[in-house]
């Protein structure tokens, strides 16, 4: 169904929004003319980001279903309508898969998969409720297109992520609704996202760990302001796919080109 994006007069909410991605989703959708709501774990990060934009911060943990549908009637009671949701709050720890135990495994599941489902369950009526249009931003990654080792529980959850906002954005179209879906497959990006473990409830023994990969030198890193004005012009063309750095194109372009090869021909049926 086609549909006209005005920004100016809606409000956008963002999980993960203190810092990194979150912060420049919610600067750009303040820019482009939204008011903004910003959620996440880390109240000190939250209130310090919230002041210094002047939006209203909302202390939220996205592993629980009630503290999101919290954000999601907040978010209503003070705006009265929310246009998009980005689902943006996640953990990117290190470990490889042998040296895991379940409990690895559920917490970046629960952040950053459930995190999501989360959101479009709280927040998909909210958006079905405009007159006019709602839009759904899922972070998902640029890792499931490249695949790198030590990152397994990462990859697994927002390959997921990825296919969810496409199941979701073809049901809504089959549905004619004004709600649209972007997947955001960010490449490396200037944020916490390397100091993931503070964020690990529990204190049991665990396989993963940090890593700097800006130490190493060997990425690309861009501005979280960047990304955001990518997002704001993807929601407006209502595009499935905003994705951050072109110099993986050919490494997923083989991936692609290794499962079509691996597809056997199609069988021929005989016809009376």
């Given amino acids: 169904m086609t549909r006209t994006v005005e920004f100016t007069g809606t409000t956008a909410v963002v999980?993960?929004?203190?810092?990194?991605?979150?912060?420049?989703?919610?600067?750009?959708?303040?820019?482009?003319?939204?008011?903004?709501?910003?959620?996440?774990?880390d109240e000190?990060?939250?209130?310090?980001?919230a002041r210094e934009l002047g939006v209203l911060g909302v202390r939220t943990d996205v592993t629980d279903p009630d503290s999101v549908a919290a954000l999601a009637d907040r978010a209503v009671a003070e705006y009265g309508e929310v246009h998009v949701v980005c689902n943006n709050a996640g953990?990117?720890?290190f470990g490889p898969v042998a040296r895991l135990g379940l409990e690895d495994w559920r917490w970046v599941l629960d952040v950053n998969l459930y995190g999501v489902i989360h959101g479009?369950?709280?927040?998909?009526?909210?958006?079905?409720?405009?007159?006019?249009?709602g839009h759904v931003v899922n972070t998902s990654s640029m890792s499931v297109?490249?695949?790198?080792?030590?990152?397994?529980?990462?990859?697994?959850?927002?390959?997921?992520?990825?296919?969810?906002s496409e199941v979701l954005a073809a049901e809504l179209a089959e549905a004619g609704s004004r709600v649209?879906?972007?997947a955001l497959l960010p490449g490396a990006?200037?944020?916490?996202?390397?100091?993931?473990?503070?964020?690990?409830?529990?204190?049991?023994a665990t396989g993963l760990y940090d890593v700097d990969l800006e130490e190493t030198g060997r990425l690309r890193f861009i501005e979280p302001d960047e990304v955001g004005a990518m997002v704001v012009d993807a929601v407006r063309a209502n595009e499935l796919y905003a994705v951050t750095h072109g110099e993986f194109r050919d490494r997923a372009a083989e991936r692609a080109a290794r499962i079509e090869a691996a597809?056997?021909?199609v069988p021929v049926v005989a016809r009376d």
């Fill in 15 to 41: 999980t993960g929004g203190a810092s990194g991605i979150g912060r420049g989703l919610a600067r750009a959708f303040q820019a482009a003319g939204c008011s903004v709501v910003i959620a996440d774990v």
């Fill in 180 to 182: 649209g879906v972007t």
């Fill in 120 to 133: 479009i369950q709280a927040f998909l009526p909210v958006l079905e409720r405009n007159a006019d249009w």
């Fill in 91 to 93: 953990v990117g720890p």
């Fill in 145 to 164: 297109l490249v695949a790198p080792a030590n990152v397994a529980p990462y990859v697994a959850s927002k390959a997921a992520v990825l296919g969810m």
């Fill in 263 to 265: 597809f056997p021909p």
């Fill in 44 to 49: 000190s990060a939250l209130a310090a980001t």
């Fill in 189 to 204: 990006v200037h944020s916490n996202i390397k100091t993931s473990l503070r964020a690990r409830p529990g204190t049991g």
